[in-house]
Each structure stands twice: as C-alpha cells, then as structure tokens.
C-alpha cells in the first residue's frame, strides 16, 4: 500500500527510544524525511543514523519540549535545513506512577510542561504552515490512562494524557477545512522503558490478546494516520491496547 509519504518531512518527539524511535524508522521506510527530536542528544543521533540506514535522510534535534524558546528553535532548525514540516509527531513525555497524596505541585507543572505544553506550543508553530500549504498531519501520542483514568499511572499523567486528547479535538477543527488532520493514538501496556518486565507482566491477565504490545504496532498506528490514506480522519483517537479497557 502507497502511504504517500515519499519526500514528506516529519518531526518526531521523543525519538530516541520507544514509541518515537520506531515510528521515526517507520516513517523513514516509507520514504519520509525524518528529523528526530529528543532531550537524549546520543539516543536522538543513534536512532538517526538507523534512520538513515533504512531511509533516505534523517537529522536529530536536541531539545526539551517543555521549552518555549528549545521547542520554536528546533522547528526553525528544522526548517531551516529541510524546508518545511509536513508531519508533526507529539511523542514525547513522561510517566510517573506517585500515588495522589505523593503528587506535588512542581511535580503536576513537570507533567504537564512535557505531555502537554510541548504538543501545544509545536502545532502552534507547524499548523499555520501546513494549512498555508493544504496539506499536513498532527499525531499525538496520548494513553489509555487519559480516557479511564490510571489504574497504574499517576492521576497528573492521566489527566496530561486526557488533556492531549482534547486539544486533538480542537486542532483537528481549526486544520480541516485547510486539508491539515490531527489525531491520536491512545496505547495501553507497550513494551517501553517505561515500564518494567516484572510491571508488564503483572498486566498481561487484564488483557484480551494476552499479551503486552511492541512499539512497532504503535508506529503502524501513527504512521497510518499520518499518511495520505488517512485525509478523511481527523479528531480521532485510536486504542492501542489489545480489547483492554475498551471505552
């Protein structure tokens, strides 16, 4: 299947590891321009030159998402050497798993900063562009967490997650009539660093298909709907968790 992603460029955060890494490989595999961005310059560049090994140009990008000034200066570096951002991938965030009494202040700003402001403060740089050009996707990468609540996770993850979820919604209504879609992905228990063995394992009974599932099945999610097959999806969020926790 032609996915249409032949010359695109994209911007995937949280790139070095995880979900971001292979859905930076997948994109590249389809032909896409790929610059991978992470606050883990040496994971960024080793999951470049992958990218690079598969594909036809990739370049890393360090910086923190939760940063105004780091997120607006890598968009210009990226467009900078590569023209224009075709593809915005919100990837990159952070987990905690602090009981409600444990969560302070400081804390529920962290979590918010980085799951949340940072996919905010990157499509409202990308998504003027796109809807000038008639043509763009935006993937966030939410959690079953922020649809039920977090059986595991913290309650400011959840609530950081469900937030992104929202804010697909509102994007997905400003890009549409402009040929731009946003949309998300909602994982349950993947096989990341985010989680140990011994915690996956211990989930594997709550789950229809019995067992845990593997980045590269949340890649195919996002590079899907990051494709030109998927024009006539925008505002969605897809489940990926194999029957758990269906809403």
Not at 16 to 23: E, L, N, P, V
Request: aromatic share 4%; with cysteine.
């Amino acid at each position: 299947m032609d996915l249409g992603l032949e010359g695109k460029v994209a911007l995937v955060t949280g790139a070095a590891s995880g979900i971001g890494r292979a859905t930076a490989l997948a994109l590249a595999r389809e032909g896409a321009t790929v610059a991978l961005g992470d606050v883990d310059s040496t994971g960024a560049e080793a999951a470049a030159q992958e990218a690079l090994g598969v594909g036809r140009s990739a370049m890393a990008v360090r910086f923190d998402v939760s940063s105004e000034k780091e997120c607006s200066a890598a968009v210009q570096r990226v467009r900078g050497e590569l023209g224009r951002i075709d593809i915005l991938v919100n990837n990159a965030g952070i987990l905690s798993l602090c009981r409600l009494g444990e969560i302070s202040s400081s804390e529920w700003d962290h979590m918010f900063a980085t799951n949340l402001k940072g996919a905010f403060l990157l499509s409202q740089d990308v998504l003027p562009q796109m809807m000038d050009r008639g043509w763009g996707r935006i993937v966030n990468v939410s959690s079953m967490a922020g649809k039920v609540g977090g059986l595991v996770a913290g309650a400011h993850y959840s609530a950081s997650k469900a937030a992104l979820i929202c804010l697909t919604k509102s994007l997905a209504r400003v890009g549409a009539p402009s040929g731009v879609t946003v949309n998300a992905v909602a994982p349950a228990f993947i096989r990341t660093s985010m989680f140990t063995e011994e915690q996956l394992a211990a989930e594997v009974e709550r789950i229809p298909v019995g067992r845990v599932g593997e980045v590269e099945e949340a890649a195919d999610a996002v590079l899907f709907l990051a494709s030109e097959r998927a024009g006539f999806i925008t505002g969605e969020t897809i489940n990926i968790n194999g029957g758990m926790l269906m809403d």
